[in-house]
Nanobody, 126 residues
């Protein structure tokens, strides 16, 4: 069965960095675009970044552009989110997700993603 397992979250001071990882299994990882989303308490889940199946195309929410970098290693079935210059407003649970179909390039709507990890907490203190 499809499994997505995030890791790398934690507590960091404002301006600091974290690297999230998402290990995938149960499907042909290199055939699917992957996305990162986040959800803060009392807020809806929001798009953060996405990467195409081969890694050649990346997409970012305006709020993280220039600070976050999404990447993937298809040999390791893992997608990463490097987060730099973190701000308190980045505090949220971060989720990785697999695109619904192998033909989907990317999407900002959570409904376009079929499988989700359990999430990893990122807390940025001021």
């Amino acid at each position: 069965q499809v499994q997505l397992v995030e890791s790398g979250g934690g507590l960091v001071q404002s301006g600091g960095s974290l690297r999230l990882s998402c290990a995938a299994s149960g499907f042909t990882f290199s055939s699917y675009s992957m996305g990162w989303f986040r959800q803060a308490p009392g807020k809806e889940r929001e798009f953060v970044a996405a990467i195409s199946w081969g890694g050649g195309s990346t997409y970012y929410a305006d709020s993280v552009k220039g600070r976050f970098t999404i990447s993937r290693d298809n040999a390791k079935n893992t997608v990463y989110l490097q987060m730099n210059s973190l701000k308190p407003e980045d505090t949220a649970v971060y989720y990785c997700a697999r695109a619904r179909t192998a033909t989907m390039t990317y999407g900002v709507n959570p409904g376009l993603y079929t499988y989700w990890g359990q999430g990893t907490q990122v807390t940025v203190s001021s």
